[in-house]
């Protein structure tokens, strides 16, 4: 950043300083509009209005001529989308009225994702952390014990996460302390994520530049960068997530890579390897750069482009990164231990390798070195493989952790590891998903990878080993999305500046100076570079193509503002925690039952009472109703999620016992039936069975919740053991009081449900909200007259209990 | 010992005569059967014979429909494994101290038994405790596999099976070696290390050519985008019927695709990127005017039409996208 800034004071004397600094300005509109459209992620339609004083802005650079014509199209873009984002800001602000700062905010942090099968809600956990950081301190922060998740086991929090994203936003909050800025943590955090996306927009233009000499490609990736829905999607305003920055840290990490490489510059690979650093910090994702950077040395290798230029900038970044990452506690040992670090590691030796045998050849004479390479080579790669398998055997190396493994081998994660499966973020991604998070990014990126093939040069190898990596990731898990984007928005800038650059330029060539069959020099250039560049360039002639294609792209473009805006205004904004639907007449109505029951459990529960919920609402619960849970969405301890998972699944007189084990004092579940509402628990049930039936195989049988014709069901025709299992009785108990007697109705799974309803011994119905989204019951403490609850709650429904002592016959006298 | 097994059949067939064996008996002829060829292949009378209370062993029987009129793929599938998993069971256990039978009834043999269980599906594995002795369950029912997660292999039926006879031997399964794919490995493997370096000098320049490398990458980028890595986890469909005996193209939902939609994608993808290639690369070095001109309008209309085409698919997928191109409104 401060090199920009140098430019312009360096080109400051020169003809170029009005277009520097121009170009300067348009950037920080740009990023400007990336935050803005993050804060107020429910843009509506772009008002036309916008338009007229850009048109009129437009007009003064045309006419000194001095700018190309692109450059004038990225800078209609960018304040195209600046204004947007003011009028939509304006117009939130007198529909909602005069909202004070907090309101908004509250409003933003309520957006924080897409709602899939399973919301996940790592921002709430986050928060958390983050309060106890700014209260406690940075070494507490470390050594944090939390007791309040996980009970009755704890959580060795400070170990076991990713700071980066805390401590990022606790520095904030001092810096701004020290400047006498009065400013709440809660509003850094939620405010954290689109101030980040300002930068990332920045980084992508920092990226882009190192690829292309033409200057528009930087301004086009850092507008799609700032607006590709790929990206909004993790960064709205209040998704307080490890993503918010890491995407930043991950385009800046490889910007900085580029330089070191092109320069060969140690520094460089110091701020790489700093960068680096921060990036192991700040999200598990780090592994993406660990393996793409020593890929795309072992492709320069193979390429025969070894240089001094790639073993300073590789391992000044291997060696320093390396030790940086180490300094995290959840990472440690990590780096030198498991195999998804190998790759750094081998490409790190390799590369000692070969400077050594570059030094060699220059000091033997070569037919001698031909000899010796063999030898050596042959040498090295046989005892390096000895020692890995040895490694591996030996147990030195750790396997390959299950989440990554399952990017490799795609069916293990269904097989061995349900609770990975069961995750809807790791899903493979359907094409569709693809359209709707980059448009027409998606068929200009190919045509901008091919065209880094046009002058192959270190850094456009790069671009192609990144494209098809992210691109085969992002195919297996949708989560990736995130980590393709990047790519997809760099080289999709770079093929459609070459194409606005060939078509928007006012000089058009003479017609008699390039006859038809100039041939001769294609043959030579044939060999090395594409065929399709094999012919000198001659230009556009005619104003009718120009202008047709320049037309077309403008329309394509303002088509993709168009489709992001829709995206992010429907998808992406709608929080997780407060569901948006239609009433028939086309009014909003907000459903706020999570809310409503969250509240509810922290106004009229114990402090330390234990809730018992599926591990997806375990940081909701810990962050928003302050109370103890058993598990959450830090998965670590399969077997306790199988145990709640095997008490939702159990009949009563099981569960109950479990429960008291667990000291458990409310259960909270989610249904969707009487709303429709399709993320909820019954849904999620089959997984809660799997993940049980992997510890209890004897006990819990999936096989025993589908009917005899293998249907799921919930209506009259369930299992025996469906509907004596906990979870039904306590999403459908006194659930067809609502309806006339048989009426009865499940609008999530369409189907009819019994006239009568399940009854419940052990458990009471504590809370339903609303909607009946959110059910809680209170798990009874024993029975005061020692009975079990079976019978006492037959005994209330005024079901006399037999008398046992008739059956026993007359009295005897008791013998010793 | 040639005559061991003369005489024990010979004292079960003095035992065939007796009214109704002793259990002991029948554990011994079933054992010596599967000790001849094993899985034990059942027919209707046996087959009640070795279930009949009470029994001092464990009989684990796979019900299973083998002949091709019934077209059970997942019976034909796991046969190999199950007859593995007996041979190696019964190879490392020729005492027979785990006291398990292995059998296997067949659809064909046994019509009544499938009836009287009411069993609608094959296979199913049955596994019937000991009802006397020193591993006695409570019940005498049977304990029933369901191959509900399609074909197990011999490893997990062997898991299952040794969770439900605790302390006893349990032989390990045994995978033969497979000879001949080791021979076709290493018959393969030179094969193409001596092809690969008579045909060096010539797969070289095809190795270097930025051309192939270009081609390689597009395709495989185009293949990613269109959901392939989808296809191939989730193992879809290539095609599927509407139901009015059409064919439908189109998967309907948003989470969902069928394997030839993605290629109809990717090529539209294809021609999309080529179409923008041509027009940034090839076009401006066409020197002809006319010709150029040409080409301009041919590549922006392909451009524009397959992608008002591309933008009309998706709303079929999306139904409540709003935008769209001329054409195809």
């Not at chain 1, 209890?696 to 299992?725: C, H, I, L, Q």
Request: contains cysteine.
């Amino acid at each position: 950043m401060s090199a920009d800034t140098l430019q312009v004071l360096a080109s400051a004397g020169k003809g170029e300083s009005t277009r520097t600094i121009l170009r300067f300005i348009i950037l920080s509109l740009i990023a400007g509009a990336a935050i803005a459209s993050r804060l107020f992620s429910v843009i509506r339609k772009c008002p036309l209005s916008a338009g007229s004083q850009l048109l009129s802005w437009q007009s003064r650079p045309s006419r000194r001529g001095q700018l190309s014509g692109l450059l004038r199209l990225s800078a209609f873009w960018a304040a195209l989308l600046t204004a947007a984002s003011f009028q939509v800001s304006r117009a939130l602000f007198t529909n909602v009225g005069s909202p004070s700062l907090s309101q908004s905010c509250a409003r933003a942090e309520r957006q924080s994702r897409m709602v899939a099968d399973n919301p996940l809600v790592d921002p709430w956990f986050n928060f958390r952390a983050t309060k106890y950081l700014v209260a406690n301190g940075f070494y507490k922060f470390w050594d944090w014990f939390d007791d309040r998740t996980w009970h009755p086991l704890g959580r060795v929090t400070g170990g076991t996460l990713y700071p980066g994203l805390m401590v990022t936003s606790g520095a904030i909050y001092h810096a701004l302390r020290a400047l006498t800025i009065p400013v709440d943590i809660r509003n850094i955090c939620v405010l954290l994520a689109p101030a980040f996306s300002g930068l990332t927009a920045f980084a992508a233009y920092l990226l882009t530049n190192e690829m292309t000499p033409s200057p528009s490609a930087g301004l086009l990736a850092a507008i799609f960068m700032g607006i590709a829905p790929g990206y909004i999607s993790r960064s709205v305003a209040g998704s307080y997530d490890n993503e918010a920055i890491a995407i930043f840290l991950l385009v800046f990490t490889f910007f900085l890579w580029i330089r070191a490489l092109k320069q060969g510059s140690m520094l460089w690979g110091v701020l790489c390897a700093l960068f680096y650093g921060y990036m192991v910090a700040s999200w598990g994702g780090y592994a993406f750069i660990t393996c793409l950077l020593p890929l795309h040395a072992f492709v320069l290798i193979c390429m025969g482009r070894y240089s001094t230029r790639l073993y300073v900038a590789y391992t000044t970044w291997y060696a320093l990164g390396t030790l940086a990452s180490m300094q995290i506690p959840f990472v440690g040992f990590l780096p030198v231990k498991t195999s998804e670090h190998m790759p750094a590691l081998g490409i790190f030796g390799f590369l000692q390798l070969l400077a050594f045998l570059d030094y060699v050849r220059s000091a033997i004479p070569s037919r001698q070195f031909q000899t010796f390479l063999w030898l050596f080579a042959g040498g090295t790669f046989g005892l390096g493989l000895a020692a890995l398998v040895v490694a591996t055997s030996a147990g030195f190396i750790a396997p390959w952790s299950g989440r990554f493994y399952s990017l490799w081998d795609t069916g293990y994660a269904k097989i061995h590891i349900p609770i990975i499966a069961s995750v809807s973020e790791h899903q493979p991604t359907a094409w569709p998903a693809f359209f709707f998070d980059l448009n027409m990014l998606i068929w200009l990126f190919p045509a901008g990878v091919y065209l880094c093939f046009q002058n192959l040069a270190d850094e456009h190898v790069f671009i192609v080993v990144y494209a098809l990596f992210g691109s085969y990731f992002a195919g297996v898990m949708v989560r990736l999305m995130l980590t393709l984007t990047p790519v997809v928005c760099v080289a999709a800038a770079i093929s459609a500046s070459s194409l606005l650059d060939t078509y928007l330029n006012v000089k058009s060539p003479n017609a008699e100076e390039h006859p038809a069959d100039d041939n001769t020099d294609g043959k030579k250039s044939g060999k090395t570079g594409l065929k399709s560049t094999s012919k000198p360039v001659v230009g556009i002639y005619g104003w009718l193509s120009k202008g047709t294609v320049a037309g077309a792209m403008t329309v394509y473009l303002l088509l993709f503002v168009m489709h992001c805006t829709w995206v992010t205004s429907n998808a992406y904004s709608s929080p997780s925690v407060v569901l948006a639907s239609r009433m028939p007449d086309g009014s909003q109505h907000i459903i706020d039952d999570y809310r409503e029951a969250y509240q509810w459990l922290r106004q009229n529960t114990k402090e330390d009472a234990k809730i018992m919920s599926w591990w997806d609402y375990g940081y909701q619960i810990g962050g928003m109703a302050d109370r103890p849970t058993l598990v959450d969405n830090n998965t670590w301890n399969n077997t306790h999620i199988a145990t709640v998972g095997k008490a939702m699944s159990s009949r009563e007189e099981v569960s109950y016992p479990i429960m008291r084990q667990h000291e458990v004092d409310y259960v909270l579940v989610v249904f969707g039936g009487l709303l429709g509402y399709s993320g909820d628990d019954i849904n999620k049930f089959l997984w809660m069975v799997r993940i049980a039936e992997g510890i209890w195989p004897d006990e819990v049988k999936e096989r025993e919740f589908f009917t005899p014709r293998g249907e799921y069901r919930v209506d009259g025709e369930a299992t025996e053991t469906m509907k004596n299992s906990l979870m039904y009785k306590m999403s459908y108990y006194n659930y067809n009081s609502l309806f006339p007697p048989g009426q009865a109705q499940d609008r999530v799974r369409q189907s009819r449900l019994p006239e009568v309803g399940p009854s419940l011994s052990t458990i009471e119905e504590a809370f339903t909200s609303e909607n009946w989204i959110i059910r809680i019951y209170k798990v009874k403490d024993l029975d005061n007259f020692g009975r079990d609850h079976a019978s006492a709650a037959a005994f209330d429904r005024g079901l006399k209990k037999k008398k046992a002592a008739k059956k026993r016959g007359p009295r005897q006298l008791r013998v010793d | 010992m040639r005559w061991l097994p003369a005489f024990v059949s010979a004292l079960c067939a003095t035992g065939t005569l007796a009214a109704k064996k002793s259990t002991e008996q029948r554990f011994n002829e079933f054992h010596t059967k599967s000790l001849a060829s094993t899985p034990v292949k059942l027919l209707d009378a046996n087959y009640r014979e070795l279930t009949s209370t009470p029994r001092d062993y464990t009989a684990a029987i796979l019900l299973t429909a083998l002949d091709a009129r019934f077209g059970c793929q997942l019976c034909r599938e796991f046969q190999p494994e199950w007859d593995l998993l007996s041979k190696s069971w019964i190879k490392g256990d020729k005492a027979g101290e785990s006291r398990l039978v292995l059998a296997t009834l067949d659809f064909s043999d046994g019509r009544e038994i499938f009836m009287s269980l009411g069993l609608q599906t094959a296979p199913v594995l049955f596994l019937f405790p000991p009802t006397t002795g020193p591993h006695a369950a409570a019940s005498p029912e049977p304990i029933r596999y369901d191959f509900v997660n399609g074909p197990q292999s011999a490893e997990q039926i062997h898991a299952w099976l040794s969770r439900h006879l605790p302390d006893r031997p349990h032989p390990p399964v045994k995978r033969p070696i497979n000879w001949i794919k080791w021979i076709f490995t290493t018959v393969m493997l030179s094969g193409t290390v001596t092809a690969a370096v008579v045909a060096w000098p010539y797969v070289l320049p095809i190795i270097q050519n930025r051309n192939v490398w270009a081609a390689i990458s597009l395709i495989s980028i185009l293949l990613f985008t269109s959901g392939h890595m989808f296809n191939r986890i989730r193992g879809v469909p290539y095609v599927s019927g509407d139901g009015r005996g059409g064919i439908s193209y189109f998967a309907s939902g948003f989470q969902n695709q069928y394997g030839m939609e993605t290629q109809i994608v990717a090529a539209m993808y294809g021609v999309l990127s080529f179409a923008a290639i041509a027009l940034t690369i090839k076009v401006p070095r066409i020197a002809d005017p006319k010709a150029q001109s040409v080409a301009v309008l041919a590549w922006g209309g392909a451009l524009f039409l397959m992608y008002s085409f591309l933008l009309s698919i998706f709303r079929v997928k999306n139904a409540g996208y709003p935008f769209a191109l001329p054409p195809f409104m």
